[in-house]
């Protein structure tokens, strides 16, 4: 049944197999990267000096207070995106989706920049909880938004992917037209709030919102795995997975329902960081080959090692200033992606 | 353990020598930045924000980024004992962070008149430990004031001004009223052509027309990047107003016409006298 498409053996196995415990062992250099460098030079020696309690309160607060919560956000967020694009391109059998196709960026955004803009309503609120107001917003829109899009794609036929993509096209219009509304309406202070949220960042986050992203992630995670079966079967085509006994209507939902937590999540935590739900999967693809079973949890340690290097880039480029990181993983990404693309086919033609 | 219990005193030993001499300040707020420097005390200075400009030693300052969104790590790469901030200063985590750190951060007053200026130069004073000189950049600054409100008095006419702060296609954004551009407009003889709305907001090209401006007024580094004084009067929507027929267009400093400092009288003294240039000789502006 379901097992056997796992059962398949991947392409060309040697030479692969090294890949994933090599981008494991990456991702944990990367992730002590991230602990260990900074615009603040704090030596091997100093931070454990913090972890066994010795070190001083400002090498404390700098390793736990400000890269601890970065580098929990990056495996939380890079977790999210990639395996929330690495599901959607499986059931969408489309290499070019991502969550941002089925209206959860879009969806983030507009609830983002409705706090951003009409915040000034909410003094009301404790000024403890107010800097959380912006990403509850985010996530709330991300939900509400993504269930628009499957409940206008579902008939009583099921639902269908060209409808699903095509709703989610529309929506995000609609999406778009109410965030120019706001824009139009706001103050040039809250425009510049906007444009900085609108470019990502893993800094302005402590440990409540990234803990709350790691437990989204988690759980988003505990759902996506167990779905490797019914992607490699999506991969038949919907009606050949039908036959083989997978109830594609529920795996489907599954999926639409996780990708909007996880990527919803993710955003309200780090604001809409591009391009790693679309390349994560791919990469891990190249990596160990088309089986589901791998690419998932490939994909997520590609996502967060992407993430971390992102990260880690944004704080060493230009010291002390910190430019945005969704600039970092499109520069990052893109070309190591165009790289890895053209070797491929160097390699398939030699 | 014993950290626990070493931490406080050695937090409380920490403060007490900052409190006695900071020596190495971070500024995020270009007023402030230039208040700090009016003060004497710019070489305490180590690092300021991307909207510090002025004067021109802060250029060659280390930069930790735009005020709104300010790097925790950055601002501590300057081991500073000091962050004098706007109230804008942001985002509210990372400030959190800082104080987390053991940095001591001290906020700004806030206003969108000129009155602010004595509050932001006694904050300033105060934070660097230095309140004596306070006063008397306080006292030439209000009296600088005062003699140009006297000089207002006498102003002939009074134009209708329209402060353009960016010109993108389409809807330009400009200055309403509760702004710091129109209060400045205000203070110089002068009337906001934009008076029905909050802020600073888009405005259609045929609002513009119909708020007739007898002058518009530019921040001077805006004008540059949309081509100069000729391409913003040769707008559709300028040519049409009597600032377009008469070639009417102020350009200032951006910081000096809206930032409230020490340059505020200034600033004032320089808008009034090209807002009446009629008035300006036999008044002696």
């Known amino acids: 049944m379901a097992s056997e498409a796992a059962d398949i053996p991947a392409p060309r196995l040697t030479g692969r197999s090294l890949g994933p415990p090599l981008l494991l062992a990456l991702t944990l250099v990367l992730a002590l990267a991230g602990l260990g460098l900074g615009p603040v030079a704090i030596t091997p020696a100093e931070m454990l000096a913090v972890i066994t309690g010795h070190g001083t309160p400002a090498h404390e607060a700098i390793l736990l207070q400000i890269r601890a919560p970065r580098v929990v956000l990056a495996l939380a967020a890079g977790t999210s995106l990639a395996l929330s694009g690495a599901t959607l391109q499986g059931v969408l059998r489309n290499p070019l989706a991502d969550p941002g196709l089925i209206g959860v960026t879009a969806g983030a955004a507009l609830g983002a920049v ?31 938004v993504t269930s628009f899009v499957f409940l206008a794609a579902r008939s009583r036929a099921g639902t269908s992917v060209a409808t699903l993509i095509l709703a989610g096209v529309a929506v995000n219009a609609i999406a778009f037209a109410g965030i120019g509304g706001l824009i139009y309406v706001s103050d040039d202070v809250a425009l510049r709030t906007l444009s900085l949220w609108q470019m990502g960042s893993l800094g302005g986050a402590g440990w409540p919102v990234a803990l709350v992203a790691l437990g989204f992630a988690a759980l988003a995670a505990a759902r996506f795995l167990p779905l490797a079966a019914a992607l490699d079967l999506f991969q038949l085509g919907e009606r050949a997975a039908f036959h083989a006994g997978l109830d594609v209507e529920r795996a489907k939902f599954r999926a639409g329902l996780w990708t909007a937590v996880a990527t919803g999540a993710a955003t309200a935590a780090a604001g809409p960081i591009g391009f790693i739900g679309l390349v994560a999967p791919h990469l891990a693809r190249l990596m160990c080959g088309p089986g589901h079973r791998a690419v998932l949890p490939v994909s997520a340690l590609m996502g967060t090692a992407l993430l971390l290097l992102a990260d880690l880039a944004t704080r060493l480029a230009v010291p002390p200033a910190e430019p945005p990181i969704g600039l970092a993983t499109s520069l990052i990404g893109g070309p190591f992606f165009l790289w890895l693309l053209l070797r491929k086919r160097g390699a398939a033609h030699g | ?114 009155d602010v200026v004595p509050q932001k130069i006694r904050f300033v004073a105060d934070a660097l430990g230095v309140p004596e000189r306070a006063e008397p950049m306080v006292a030439a600054f209000e009296a600088e004031m005062t003699e140009l409100a006297g000089l207002a008095e006498g102003f002939t006419d009074h134009p209708r001004v329209l402060f353009l702060l960016a010109v993108q296609e389409g809807a330009p954004l400009v200055a309403g009223s509760g702004t710091e551009a129109g209060e400045m407009i205000r203070l110089a003889g002068g009337v906001n052509a934009v008076e029905g709305i909050e802020g600073y907001r888009p405005m259609t090209p045929e609002a513009i027309i119909a708020a007739a401006p007898d002058v518009v007024l530019m921040m001077r580094d805006f004008l540059g990047r949309y081509g100069g004084a000729e391409a913003i009067l040769a707008r559709p929507d300028i040519a049409q107003t009597e600032a377009g027929r008469e070639g009417r267009l102020v350009a200032m400093d951006g910081m000096m016409l809206v930032g409230y400092g020490p340059r505020t009288p200034a600033a004032l003294r320089e808008l009034m006298r090209a807002l009446h240039p009629a008035d300006a000789d036999r008044l002696g502006l």
């Open chain 2, 1 to 114: 353990m014993i950290a626990r219990r070493l931490a406080p005193a050695l937090l409380a030993a920490l403060l007490t020598t900052a409190a006695a001499a900071q020596e190495r300040v971070v500024i995020a707020g270009g007023d402030l930045t230039e208040i700090a420097f009016a003060l004497g005390e710019g070489a305490r200075v180590v690092a300021a924000d991307t909207t510090s400009n002025y004067p021109a030693a802060v250029e060659a300052l280390p930069k930790v980024g735009y005020l709104r969104a300010l790097p925790a790590e950055g601002i501590l790469a300057q081991a500073p004992d000091l962050m004098i901030a706007g109230p804008e200063a942001g985002p509210p985590p990372v400030l959190e962070q800082l104080r987390a750190a053991g940095l001591e951060i001290a906020t700004g007053p806030e206003g969108i008149t000129p």
């Open chain 1, 114 to 144: 409705s706090v951003i803009v009409l915040a000034g309503g909410a003094t009301a609120l404790p000024p403890g909880l107010r800097p959380y107001l912006l990403p509850v917003g985010a996530f709330a829109g991300a939900a509400a």
